[in-house]
C-alpha cells in the first residue's frame, strides 16, 4: 500500500486531535484511500509538554524547515492559526509543491486571493473545511454537493462561543457579563472573548462562505459585524415573548451584482430549526435556487469535530495525490478566472424587520412621540408591547416593524434618542423572517 | 471551453429539473466547471407531451441506443426508476466506458454490489446522490466531508410522504387513512402509497446509507422494517403529553462486527432537533467518533431538489473527465476490495425502550397482570399513564419501559395479548432517546 507522508505545524488541540484520528483510525482511513497516511514530522515551539499521545519522539522539531524541505512530505498541515507565521508557511509549502491543509478562518477571510492564486500557480490543493462550522462539512457541500444551485441566503450560527452565552441567557436569565464570566470559568470562552462575541470571528467564516457562494474575493472589511456584548435579559425575555429567539447571525442574500453580507445578533421566529441550535453547536441554513432550504448542524469548534474536518481535507488531498491530479475543484469554488469584484451592500441600504427597545420617561405622550417620528420616516409599527414596569427610572416599550431602510431607522432613532422624554439609547436588533427562512 | 456531452434517459419530472438547471443555470455551471454541459439527447417513451421547456427536437428519443451508442456522449443520466430496464441501461451505459448518475433507490438497495463492480472493471463513476434525501448532499458528506469518523450512529426522516403524514396527524389529529387521502388528493401521496407509508422506500435508503458508513454490501432483506400505517391518533396525543414526537426513522448503529439497520415509527424527545423536521422534509442525524452529532435536513424528494443533486453529480463526472481520471472516490465509499459481510443484527436481539399501548377491560387488576408478565421477562416499567375513557369498549394503558430486549418484549407482549382482561394487540414504538441522540 502506497504511503502518503504529512506534516504538521501547530501541536495544539486540533492538531492532537489530528494526531489522534490519523492513529486510532488508521484502518478506516486506509480501506477508504487505499494508500497509509505517515504522520513524518509534527512542528511546534513547544514540543516537551505531554499531549497524552505517545509518538516516536523523532517526529517532533521546532524548525519548520524540517517539514518543508523534506521532499518525501506532500501534504502539510497549518494549525497555528493566526496571520503570521502561518501565511508565510503556507506560501512557502505551496512554492514547494506541497499540497496544504488549514483550519486558518482569519488568514482565509483577509488573504483568500493570495492562497488562491498562490495554488493556482503552484498547481496545489488547498483544503480548509475546518475553517468554518468545525466538523460540519458546509464547504464541500457549497463546493460539490450544491454546486448546481445559485445560493439565495445563508444564515449561519458560527461561532459556539456566543451562542452558549445566548442560550445560557434564553435558558437561564442571566445577565451578559455574568455568563460570559462562567463561559470563561468553564472553558467554553477565551480569557480575551472579543474575536467571539464581538463578531469577528463569525464575520471571518463568513467572508469565506460568501466567496464560496458566489465566486467573489470578498472584501472583509465591508461586513458589517456587531457582536452579542449590548443584550440584556429584558430583550431576551420580550423577544420570548413576541415569539422569537435572539441568534448571532451570519447573514448573505445575493441579488443581482450586488450582495449582502452582515453579522448580528438576529430575531428569528422560536419555531424555526435555526432558534433550536443551541450551546456551543454551529448550524448553517442554505438556500439555492434549486435544492430550496437546508440545513447543516453540528460542533462548530473543539479538538475532535475540527479534527474530523481537518483529516477528511488530508484524504482528499491523498487521493488527489494518488491520481495524480490537483485543482479538481477550484479552492474557492469558482474557476479563477471567474471569480469577481462584487459589492457589499452598505448596512444603511438594507430593508428588513426590526425590534426597538426604547427607554422611556414614564409619563403620557411618550409613545405618540415615538411613533410620530417612525412615521415621518415611513417606518410603520407591526407590534407593540408597552408595560408599567420600570427598570432604572424609565419605561421599556418594545416594538416590532414592518420592512424598512435601515437608514431611515437609524435617522428615526437618532431623533427619538435625543427627545427629553427618552432616556438611553434604543436597542435595535434586526429580525430575519422573511423569504431566507423558507418554508 | 470544453463540452462534455450528456445524455439523459427518462424525461418525468426529475428528468425536467435537471434540463431546467442544465439550461438556466449554465453560466454559474461554467463558472463552477471551467467546461460545458451539453444535453445532446434525451431518451423517453413518451417524446411527444409538452414539458413546458422549449428543446431541439432533435434531442428527443424513443431509442435507448441513440445515448448508448454516441460515442460523444460520456455521462449517461438514469431517471427512470424501478429495477428494468434501468438496471440493464446502466450496465450497458458502464461498459461502453459511460459514467452514471442516477437517483434509483431501489435499485441500489437490491443490486449495489453488482453496480460496484461494474463500475470499478468498466473504470468509470456512478453518482448516486439524488437517491437519498434529495437535495441533501448527505452521500458526499459521508464519502468525503466525514470520511475520518467511524460512524456510530445514523437516524434518518428518509420519506416525505411517511412524514407528512406524520406531521398533519400530531399537528391536526386527524386519522391516518383520511390524511392519507388528503394528501394522495394534494399531490404528497401515491396512488399506490404503500412503498412509502410501509417503510421500503425509506429502507431503500438505510441500505445505502448503511453500506457507506460501514463499507458493506448489506442485504435489503435482513433491514426490519415497519410502516406507519397502524398509529392512531391516541398514541399521537399520548406521546405529545409524554414528551415525545413519532417519526418513521431508518436507524442503523455500528457495533463490532454486527450492525443494527431497522425502519420503524419511533418516538423521539420533543426537544430533538429531529422532531422539528416536519412536513415533507428530510433529515439524517449523523454521529461520527471524531465529528460528534451533526444534521443534514432538506428537501427529500421533488423536482427541483433532487435535481440539484443529479446535476451536482453529472459536475462531478465533469470534472473528473477534465481531469481523465476515475474512480477518485470508491462508490461504495470504501476500497471495493475492502467492502465485507457484515451480519445485519436481528430485530429480536435489539435492545431499546418501548412505548406500549394496552387495549383493557375496565376492571380492577389489569395493570396489575400487565405488570406482572413484563416484570417476568425483566421489563421494567419507567412510567405509566392510566386515564377512565373508553375507546370501543376498552381503556387504554400507555406505558414507557427502561431498556428492554425485543425478543422479551415480545413474549411477553404475545402473553398479554392473550389474557381475557385485554382486548386487542398492544400497539409497540421503540424509543430512540439514548448516544445516538447526542447532547
Not at 492513529?23 to 480501506?31: S, Y
Not at 497555528?80 to 508557511?89: R, V
Not at 435555526?274 to 435544492?291: E, M, W, Y
Given at each position: 500500500m502506497k504511503n502518503i507522508y504529512v506534516g504538521l505545524v501547530g501541536f495544539g488541540t486540533i492538531g492532537t486531535g489530528v494526531v489522534k484520528i490519523i492513529?486510532?483510525?488508521?484502518?478506516?482511513?486506509?480501506?477508504r484511500l487505499g494508500c497509509s497516511l505517515i504522520l513524518k514530522r509534527i512542528?511546534?515551539?513547544?514540543?516537551?509538554?505531554?499531549?497524552?499521545?505517545?509518538l516516536d519522539k523523532g517526529i517532533l522539531t521546532t524548525r519548520v524547515d524540517d517539514l518543508l524541505n523534506d521532499p518525501e512530505i506532500s501534504i502539510v498541515i497549518e494549525?497555528?492559526?493566526?496571520?503570521?507565521?502561518?501565511?508565510?508557511?503556507?506560501?512557502?509549502?505551496?512554492?514547494?509543491?506541497?499540497?496544504?491543509?488549514?483550519?486558518?478562518k482569519a488568514l482565509l477571510a483577509h488573504h483568500g486571493p493570495e492562497l488562491i492564486d498562490s495554488a493556482f500557480r503552484n498547481q496545489v490543493?488547498?483544503?480548509?473545511?475546518?475553517?468554518?462550522?468545525?466538523?460540519?462539512?458546509?464547504?464541500?457541500s457549497i463546493k460539490e454537493g450544491?454546486?448546481?444551485?445559485?445560493?439565495?441566503?445563508?444564515?449561519?450560527?458560527?461561532?459556539?462561543?456566543?451562542?452558549y452565552i445566548l442560550t445560557k441567557m434564553t435558558d437561564g436569565g442571566g445577565k451578559f457579563q455574568e455568563i460570559l464570566?462562567?463561559?470563561?470559568?468553564?472553558?467554553?470562552?477565551?480569557?480575551?472573548?472579543?474575536?467571539?462575541?464581538?463578531?469577528?470571528?463569525?464575520?471571518?467564516?463568513?467572508?469565506?462562505?460568501?466567496?464560496?457562494?458566489y465566486g467573489t474575493k470578498v472584501n472583509f472589511e465591508a461586513i458589517y459585524t456587531e457582536g452579542i456584548s449590548r443584550i440584556t435579559p429584558l430583550d431576551i425575555e420580550y423577544t420570548k415573548e413576541l415569539g422569537y429567539r435572539i441568534k448571532l447571525l451570519a447573514i448573505s442574500k445575493g441579488t443581482d451584482g450586488e450582495i449582502e453580507a452582515r453579522v448580528h445578533p438576529t430575531l428569528i421566529p422560536a419555531g424555526h430549526l435555526?432558534?433550536?441550535?443551541?450551546?456551543?453547536?454551529?448550524?448553517?441554513?442554505?438556500?439555492?435556487?434549486?435544492?430550496g432550504s437546508t440545513l447543516f448542524y453540528g460542533r462548530g469548534a473543539g479538538k475532535m469535530p475540527t479534527a474530523s474536518a481537518v483529516v477528511g481535507d488530508i484524504m482528499e488531498a491523498a487521493r488527489n495525490i494518488m491520481r495524480g491530479i490537483t485543482q479538481r475543484v477550484p479552492t474557492f469554488s469558482y474557476q479563477t478566472d471567474a471569480l469577481q469584484a462584487m459589492k457589499v451592500k452598505d448596512i444603511n441600504d438594507i430593508s428588513t424587520r426590526y425590534y426597538l427597545r426604547f427607554s422611556a420617561q414614564d409619563q403620557p405622550g411618550v409613545l405618540s412621540k415615538i411613533s410620530g417620528i417612525l412615521g415621518k420616516y415611513g417606518i410603520s409599527i407591526s407590534s407593540v408591547i408597552q408595560k408599567g414596569r420600570q427598570v432604572l427610572g424609565a419605561v421599556p416599550i418594545f416594538m416590532l416593524t414592518h420592512e424598512a431602510k435601515e437608514a431611515n431607522v437609524r435617522k428615526a432613532l437618532k431623533e427619538i434618542d435625543a427627545l427629553p422624554v427618552t432616556a438611553g439609547e434604543t436597542m435595535i436588533i434586526r429580525i430575519e423572517d422573511q423569504f431566507s427562512l423558507g418554508e
Open positions: 492513529d486510532e483510525n488508521k484502518d478506516l482511513i486506509e480501506k512542528c511546534d515551539l513547544d514540543i516537551t509538554t505531554d499531549r497524552g499521545i505517545s494549525l497555528i492559526g493566526g496571520i503570521e507565521p502561518a501565511k508565510s508557511i503556507i506560501l512557502r509549502a505551496m512554492e514547494k509543491g506541497k499540497h496544504v491543509v488549514t483550519a486558518n490543493d488547498i483544503g480548509f473545511e475546518g475553517s468554518v462550522g468545525g466538523g460540519i462539512p458546509i464547504i464541500r450544491l454546486a448546481a444551485n445559485r445560493i439565495i441566503s445563508i444564515l449561519g450560527i458560527l461561532n459556539g462561543t456566543a451562542n464570566r462562567e463561559a470563561q470559568h468553564n472553558g467554553f470562552a477565551e480569557a480575551d472573548p472579543s474575536l467571539d462575541i464581538e463578531g469577528i470571528d463569525t464575520a471571518h467564516k463568513l467572508a469565506i462562505l460568501v466567496s464560496l457562494c435555526l432558534s433550536k441550535v443551541d450551546g456551543t453547536f454551529n448550524a448553517i441554513f442554505l438556500t439555492g435556487d434549486a435544492v
